[in-house]
């Protein structure tokens, strides 16, 4: 079709821990997906393969970027940008190890072999679309060579199986053995493999591919794309829990006693002092913190009573990243989600599953969705946008309908919290009654129920990401 369809693969050293959703049908794919995974000290390299899924046989690699701990540690504040895409060798792309046991059999002078044990391998990589591999082992040496027996759908195989060769002479050459994933249709997917010139008892690393130029095939077929990231690395220490209890005692003392004129408040110096990067982080944190101390809805109630006596005006009120913005945001993030899903869900399902083509715009509208309608006959530009509308019109109604009759499925806890902006916002601004709706739906809408609406798998909405009408559709109806 002249397109992929591609997904990421996030690999911490050889070991994959995250894989994206497949974007269908794009060579300029947008996930939008975040992760944070806690790493042991020791990592060397992420690894981020594109890959283009395919249903009738095994997805292919379109290309990787690999970043270093030395790279990261040289962008303090996270690394963003772009990454070209280089090409993958699979014959270096390996993981795992291979316990042997090799010794040499026969006295010095007389007729000696060597005898090589295989006993057993692990972490191998998985080749095949069962998620293990189906290994063998084989042996190359003075010119023979010997395979083991295959073992079915395994990364952690035991072969137990012991091998012999006549000595060469002199005893320069190379034992080699390599590991295989039997494959019934096509060809043997490649393993890895050790070498050695002396027999020892030992338990050998089959290598990974080192991030560096020198392990990249020197054939190129020109650009393979880019990849755009963000990654930071950090390093933390988490004490006792005691040891945090003098800061936790200061924050919810400040919040039982409110606001006071005259006070410096300490929730009002972390707003001045935390960056925008860093304030999701803050506002998360002490949102769970008061959830766990049973104050967040009076850590709300500061929040809205420091950020109303600021000036400010009601037709704008908390459209700022401000620390009661951010925690007011985490709040409906961390204890509506059930919620979210009860209301939004049929409606994202029925915009997935129709595949309706919505679009009220005439600059969008391409000359391909100006066809034959059902009665045979063209449709002009004007009836598709109209025939988008009636669709649209109708996503909505039944957005709206169940928007206003989940009032018992709301949590207490929320509408509480909303209850309290409504009060503060109508004694900051008496003569604009309805500032208070608009303080309640920049919460309600533009930060809770649009973005999920826009991008229902960061919600966990869906398990994929939308096909490009389907997000157009999403959009609009956001909108």
């Known amino acids: 079709t ?17 894989r994206t959703a497949t974007v269908w049908k794009t060579l300029s794919p947008f996930w939008g997906e975040e992760y944070e995974v806690y790493l042991q000290p020791s990592f060397h390299s992420i690894s981020i393969y594109v890959m283009d899924e395919d249903a009738l046989s095994r997805d292919d690699v379109i290309g990787k970027v690999c970043i270093t701990r030395d790279m990261l540690a040289q962008h303090p504040k996270g690394y963003s940008g772009w990454m070209s895409l280089r090409e993958v060798d699979p014959d270096e792309e390996v993981q795992g190890e291979i316990h042997l046991r090799v010794e040499v059999l026969g006295s010095p002078g007389g007729r000696q072999r060597l005898r090589c044990a295989v006993l057993e391998a692990r972490d191998l990589a998985r080749k095949d679309r069962n998620g293990a591999s189906d290994p063998f082992v084989r042996l190359r040496y003075n010119g023979k060579v010997q395979e083991s027996t295959v073992v079915k759908k395994s990364c952690y195989p035991r072969w137990n199986e012991t091998f012999e060769f006549e000595l060469a002479e002199p005893a320069r050459e190379q034992l080699c053995v390599e590991v295989w994933d039997w494959d019934l249709v096509g060809r043997n997917d490649f393993l890895g493999k050790v070498s050695t010139h002396s027999p020892i008892t030992t338990v050998g690393g089959l290598p990974h591919c080192p ?8 054939r190129r077929r020109g650009s393979l794309g880019s990849l755009q990231l963000q990654v930071r690395l950090r390093d933390e220490t988490v004490l006792p829990s005691h040891c945090y209890q003098p800061l936790v005692q200061l924050l919810c003392q400040e919040v039982k006693s409110g606001r006071q004129d005259g006070q410096v408040h300490f929730i009002t110096l972390l707003d001045e002092t935390t960056t925008a990067e860093c304030r999701q982080e803050v506002a998360i944190s002490l949102v769970k913190l008061f959830l766990g101390q049973g104050l967040v809805k009076e850590y709300l109630d500061l929040l809205f009573e420091l950020e109303l006596a600021k ?7 908390f459209r700022s990243n401000s620390l009661a913005s951010k925690s007011m945001e985490s709040f409906l993030k961390v204890t509506g989600m059930p919620y979210l899903h009860a209301v939004l869900g049929p409606t994202i399902t029925r915009v997935f599953e129709e595949k309706k083509h919505v679009e009220l715009d005439p600059g969008k509208v391409e000359t391909k969705d100006v066809g034959c309608s059902a009665l045979h006959r063209v449709q002009t530009e004007g009836e598709v946008i109209e025939q988008g509308r009636q669709h649209l019109q109708s996503y909505l109604d039944e957005l709206l309908d169940t928007i206003a009759k989940s009032v018992p499925a709301c949590p207490p806890i929320i509408r509480a919290a909303f209850r309290q902006l409504f009060q503060r916002v109508a004694e900051r601004f008496p003569q604009h009654q309805h500032a208070r709706f608009v303080a309640v739906t920049s919460f309600l809408c533009l930060r809770f129920f649009s973005p999920a609406i826009m991008t229902p798998k960061l919600f966990h909405l869906r398990e994929t990401h939308a096909d490009a009408r389907t997000s157009r559709t999403l959009l ?3 909108k």
């Open 2 to 18: 002249g397109s992929s369809d591609p997904y990421c693969i996030v690999k911490i050293d050889d070991e994959a821990i995250i």
């Open 211 to 218: 991030p560096n130029p020198s392990c990249l095939p020197s």
């Open 311 to 317: 000036p400010c005006e009601p037709n704008t009120l």
């Open 476 to 478: 609009l109806l956001a």
